[in-house]
């Protein structure tokens, strides 16, 4: 069997969802998805498209490996490369599953569970009052999930900081003044008694603090015993993150920015957190997290992947994580978008009462419904040419 040929589209969803589909001479097709690559991982798809043509599919890591070594000098260890060589990747493992008529978890070594456990990234606006924040609450309790995320820092949503309560901050400026605390303390305080004590909830901050306001958050959030703070820093210097790891109670989570094993590394290594999150369908794809998982599986640090993709790359990263032991639970960021169930052929929602359960179709298990997804063609894109 050969590559005949590798082809792009793109929907408008959470950013650009990226679709890679790669072709074969025994008419076996499969279909990946990336995130975060932008227009930028379109065109070097198309460029390494003719190095592909001809090559075997089921040789996916050699395949991985070989374009990104080749291209070390464009870009080899990080950004849109490396996305644009993940859809490639997902798209490949789809194809063998269906060529060996198995599920992609068992070529990845078989499963450690049968179902993923997901937590549901809710809209948790500034400015909402308690009786707001429990609406938006009950609303994903009443769908199953027993996890939530929330956005706590300035500026989440989109909100100008001036809309705020007229609170102006410097956006360049990672230190959080008495207001801010006090209001990021006061969300999770609202949403945990919403939610109740058998719900976990996670507060993300998106690396807008610096290392003593994080502390500070860190320390007043100890009493509401989150499932973790996420990103309090930004996710370049490891040492600092450290040191607000090492100063808090409360778990902390990172590296939804970070890509292949060789991001990780230090961040592992050194400890400097306690759990980690890569963006299986940016940073790598499949084989290369579930290495990363491993490696943070030997320092006894959960797998917890950040995802924002479709249905497609959602159940793609649900392989990786049904086959490493220290998976704790992955992310979905779709409850307000309509056609996360349309935009496959199934015409079903993947998650039932806050987990995936995997049916034993081949590959991935689920297949792009075209005709929706031109509905939601990224402008300035081609599909599938």
């Known amino acids: ?6 082809k792009t589209a793109a929907t408008v969803g959470h950013g650009m969802h990226l679709w890679v589909r790669v072709s074969t001479d025994a008419g076996i097709v499969g279909t990946g998805e990336c995130v975060h690559g932008g227009k930028q991982a379109i065109a070097i798809i198309q460029y390494l498209e003719e190095k592909l043509v001809g090559r075997d599919p089921f040789a996916v890591d050699a395949i991985f490996e070989d374009m990104r070594r080749s291209h070390v000098f464009d870009g080899g260890d990080a950004g849109a490369l490396i996305t644009a060589l993940t859809g490639i990747e997902i798209a490949l493992w789809d194809l063998k599953g269906k060529a060996l008529d198995v599920p992609v978890y068992e070529l990845l070594g078989g499963k450690f569970r049968d ?3 997901v937590y549901a990234d809710c809209e948790v606006s500034p400015g909402m009052n ?3 924040i429990k609406a938006v609450v009950d609303e994903v309790l009443e769908r199953g999930f027993t996890a939530l995320k929330i956005d706590v820092d300035i500026g989440a ?3 100008r900081e001036s809309e705020v309560a007229h609170f102006e901050k410097d956006r360049f400026n990672f230190t959080a003044n008495q207001w801010e605390h006090d209001r990021m303390v006061s969300l999770v305080d609202m949403v945990t008694r919403a939610a109740g004590r058998d719900i976990d909830v996670a507060a993300d901050v998106h690396t807008r603090l610096d290392v003593p306001s994080s502390i500070r958050l860190a320390k007043a959030l100890e009493q509401y015993h989150l499932m973790w703070l996420e990103e309090p820093v930004p996710a370049e210097n490891v040492d600092a993150m450290r040191t607000v790891t090492q100063s808090t109670s409360v778990p902390i989570c990172s590296g939804e920015n970070l890509y292949l094993r060789h991001g990780f590394r230090d961040l592992i290594e050194k400890q400097a957190v306690n759990i980690i999150m890569p963006d299986i369908p940016k940073c790598g794809g499949l084989s290369e997290c579930r290495k990363i998982a491993n490696m943070a599986e030997v320092y006894y640090i959960p797998f917890a992947p950040h995802n924002v993709s479709s249905p497609v790359g959602t159940l793609a990263s649900a392989h990786v994580c049904a086959t490493v032991p220290n998976f704790l639970i992955l992310e979905y960021h779709w409850l307000h978008r309509d056609y996360w169930s349309t935009i496959i052929q199934e015409k079903t929602d993947i998650i039932k009462d ?7 179709r081949p590959g991935i298990g689920v297949e792009l419904d075209e005709e929706v997804g031109r509905q939601y063609q990224y402008p300035g894109t081609t599909w599938f040419e």
Do not use: A, C, L
């Open 1 to 6: 069997m050969e590559i005949t040929s590798i």
């Open 115 to 117: 179902k993923i456990r």
């Open 130 to 132: 308690f009786d707001q």
């Open 157 to 159: 949503y989109g909100h």
């Open 354 to 360: 806050g987990f995936i359960h995997f049916d034993g």
